[in-house]
């Protein structure tokens, strides 16, 4: 018999280093930005749904990597309970890849951001209900806070942008993060110049071009390796070019 995450406070979880805590404290951040993005005018939108790809995007990452490949060894169905969630997190990244190509206001962008923040609660559900009460269920307190530890740790050198072509497993992705990582907060960082200083070109230039670089390294097929060939809907398209 497993509770909730939800149900538990932060002593029954393993205090601020276990990475139950760590995890809930990041999903009620998640939860809050959801919000903000479904009272937001559409000119505030984009602001808003570059805070939630910073917090997600990092966020799944460290659990792919570090995490589920422990829930794989530990719980009987690992195997099928990580792939669900690998199959939601690609989902994310293959929404927000649409998203970002798709105009501002439409209706086509409209219905990409409800199934997003639909994927998005989804996910929390899954592993605050099931996948994280299993973990606390097999392994001890130390065990919860190095993995808290090495959670944590990951999660502030991750990629922090879509990327639907690279493993959700590694060995992949754990290659793919090294240049997608520098790509992204490089590219982070040009966009939020850009939504400071109203409009430079050079700036926009410079942001297209690691838009360009980043698909092309995560189309390396080395950083494909590792992944179940189920988690993407379709293996060999890439979302970015997918006909709606
Ligand atoms: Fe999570
Ligand atoms: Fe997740």
């Not at 939504?195 to 189309?219: C, D, F, I, M, N």
């Amino acid at each position: 018999m497993t509770i909730s995450l939800a149900e538990q406070d932060e002593t029954q979880l393993g205090g601020p280093l276990s990475v139950l805590v760590r995890q809930k404290r990041d999903h009620i951040t998640l939860n809050r930005l959801l919000h903000e993005l479904g009272e937001a005018a559409l000119d505030r939108q984009d602001e808003v749904l570059r805070r939630i790809y910073r917090l997600v995007f990092a966020h799944a990452f460290a659990e792919e990597a570090v995490l589920w490949p422990v829930l794989r060894r530990v719980l009987p169905d690992g195997k099928d309970l990580t792939l669900q969630v690998e199959q939601e997190h690609q989902e994310v990244n293959e929404l927000v890849t649409r998203i970002e190509q798709t105009p501002a206001g439409s209706t086509d962008r409209q219905s990409l951001l409800d199934r997003l923040v639909e994927v998005l609660r989804e996910d929390v559900r899954d592993e605050e209900d099931q996948l994280l009460p299993q973990l606390q269920a097999r392994v001890d307190h130390r065990r919860l806070v190095a993995l808290g530890i090495a959670w944590e740790a990951v999660r502030r050198i991750a990629p922090t942008r879509a990327h639907p072509v690279v493993a959700r497993r590694p060995p992949g992705n754990a290659l793919a993060a090294v240049p997608l990582t520098v790509l992204d907060r490089l590219r982070d960082r040009a966009d939020s110049r850009i939504q400071h200083s109203s409009g430079a070109p050079w700036l926009e230039r410079v942001s297209a071009k690691l838009t360009r670089a980043s698909h092309a390294v995560e189309h390396a097929p080395f950083f494909r390796r590792g992944e179940d060939p189920t988690t993407a809907r379709s293996d060999d398209e890439d979302p970015a070019v997918r006909e709606r």
